[in-house]
């Protein structure tokens, strides 16, 4: 069965700051997305991320995909308030039932 | 293009009872998968229906069930509903199968079980 994992839980920075939130996945996947949820609400889908080596950039955050290591990264520049949010990474195995997998999610603080 | 949308937005049910959400997709996808958000188990999988029928299905008791109408919108039926069935019940809509399109998610419904 496929296993999403995603580090840190929690994560509270302050603003200016960088920082990154990992999502590693248990079997092998070309099928990789990113959601924000802002408390109460949806998700919002971020990045889609298809190929080994992928690289998307949207203002603030830049997603990657290694495919080879199973782990993806949501890398965070220069954080400002507006991106505090619960952030989720799911992922469809090549395997399987090709269900949509959800990490357990990175609530994200930015602190003025 | 108008969103998925999801009905109703809210609703409070005791143990016991049962309950249909309502699920309208994006014009043109034939795809919808239903999800449960609790704090407790996070988001799981329900169920994908794709042209009216259950192509998927998750990890959960028969009490929960689903079905989709020619027109791709989808209904999901909780029976004799639990304390622990609280959750937030979202529903996903792409034009083809989820495996290999990319989900647009709805409102969702937040379900609350006394």
């Known amino acids: 069965e496929l296993k999403v994992e995603q580090n840190p839980l929690f994560l509270s920075m302050q603003e200016g700051k960088n920082y990154t939130i990992y999502c590693n996945y248990s079997?092998?996947?070309?099928?990789l997305y990113w959601y924000r949820q802002d408390p109460g609400k949806s998700l919002e889908s971020l990045f889609v991320l298809l190929s080994n080596g992928a690289v998307k950039q949207e203002g603030r955050l830049m997603a990657s995909l290694d495919t080879k290591a199973r782990l993806s990264t949501l890398h965070i520049t220069a954080a400002v308030h507006d991106l505090s949010a619960t952030y989720f990474c799911?992922?469809?195995?090549?395997?399987?039932?090709?269900?949509?997998?959800f990490g357990t999610g990175t609530r994200l603080t930015i602190i003025p | 293009k108008a969103g998925v949308t999801q009905t109703p937005r809210y609703l409070i049910k005791t143990r016991g009872q049962q309950v249909t959400l309502s699920c309208s997709p994006i014009s043109g996808h034939r795809s919808v998968s239903w999800y449960q958000q609790t704090p407790g188990q996070g988001l799981q999988f329900l169920f994908e229906?794709?042209?009216?029928?259950?192509?998927n299905k998750g990890n959960f008791p028969g009490r929960f069930s689903g079905r989709q109408f020619s027109n791709s919108r989808s209904e999901m039926n909780v029976s004799t509903l639990e304390l622990g069935d609280s959750a937030l019940y979202l529903c996903?809509?792409?034009?083809?199968?989820?495996?290999?399109?990319?989900?647009?998610f709805g409102p969702g419904t937040r379900l609350t079980v006394t």
């Open positions: 996903a809509s792409s034009p083809g199968g989820a495996a290999t399109y990319e989900q647009y």
């Open positions: 229906y794709f042209s009216e029928t259950q192509r």
């Open positions: 079997t092998t996947s070309d099928r």
């Open positions: 799911a992922v469809i195995s090549n395997f399987g039932n090709e269900k949509l997998t």
